[in-house]
């Protein structure tokens, strides 16, 4: 069983920076896509960074220029580098990676998340 663990969350004042970090436990080349989302209470789990090993990495228009995803190939980890923290951005983040199936659709994995507070 693939497991993510997040790490890096916290509490960090308006316009600051955090970055996440999320040790996966398979190889990268045994995935189909990576990345992160949020998830607020009583809302629906949001898109905020996402690579495909096609080679793009799609991000939410509200964290474009603000937040960067990176991986760490040796280490089975990656990255999110926020900066220019706003409020709204609390919420807690979690790690995803998912792999094709033979047949069709994919198999998703999730990390337990990691909660980022941001104060104003």
């Known amino acids: 069983q693939v497991q993510l663990v997040e790490s890096g969350g916290g509490l960090v004042q308006s316009g600051g920076s955090l970055r996440l970090s999320c040790a996966v436990s398979?190889?990268?080349?045994?995935?189909?896509?990576m990345g992160w989302y949020r998830q607020a209470p009583g809302m629906e789990r949001e898109l905020v960074a996402l690579?495909?090993?096609?080679?793009?990495?799609n991000y939410a228009d509200s964290v474009k220029g603000r937040f960067t995803m990176s991986r760490d190939d040796a280490k089975n980890t990656i990255h999110l580098q926020m900066s220019s923290l706003k409020p709204e951005d609390t919420t807690v983040y979690y790690c995803?990676?998912?792999?094709?199936?033979?047949?069709?659709?994919?198999?998703?994995?999730w990390g337990k998340g990691t909660q980022v507070t941001v104060s104003s």
């Open positions: 690579f495909t090993f096609g080679g793009t990495t």
């Open positions: 995803y990676a998912d792999r094709l199936l033979s047949c069709s659709g994919t198999s998703q994995f």
């Open positions: 398979a190889s990268f080349h045994s995935f189909n896509a």
